[in-house]
Nanobody, 115 residues
Framework: QVQLVESGGGLVQPGGSLRLSCAAS????????MSWYRQAPGKERELVAT???????IYADSVKGRFTISRDNAKNAVYLQMNSLKPEDTAVYYC?????????WGQGSQVTVSS
């Protein structure tokens, strides 16, 4: 079955960096677009970044220039490098794969940006 497992979240001060990882299994990873979403308390889940099979990347305006999405097809993993973090980046971050019109989500990883 499809499994997505995020790791790498935590508490960081404003201006700091974190790297999220998502380990995927149960499907042909290299054949599918992968995405990162986030959900802050009281807000709707929003797209942060997405990377296509060919490596094309799209970012939310709020993270452009600060976050970088990447993938390693040999390791069945997708990453989100987050730099210059701001308090408004505080959220639960989710890895997502859309397979045959079905969305699969990881369990989420909490990122808290606070001094």
């Amino acid at each position: 079955q499809v499994q997505l497992v995020e790791s790498g979240g935590g508490l960081v001060q404003p201006g700091g960096s974190l790297r999220l990882s998502c380990a995927a299994s149960g499907f042909t990873f290299s054949s599918y677009r992968m995405s990162w979403y986030r959900q802050a308390p009281g807000k709707e889940r929003e797209l942060v970044a997405t990377i296509s099979v060919g490596g094309m990347k799209i970012y939310a305006d709020s993270v452009k220039g600060r976050f970088t999405i990447s993938r390693d097809n040999a390791k069945n993993a997708v990453y989100l490098q987050m730099n210059s973090l701001k308090p408004e980046d505080t959220a639960v971050y989710y890895c997502m794969a859309r397979l045959n019109f079905l969305d699969y989500w990881g369990q989420g990883s909490q990122v808290t940006v606070s001094s």
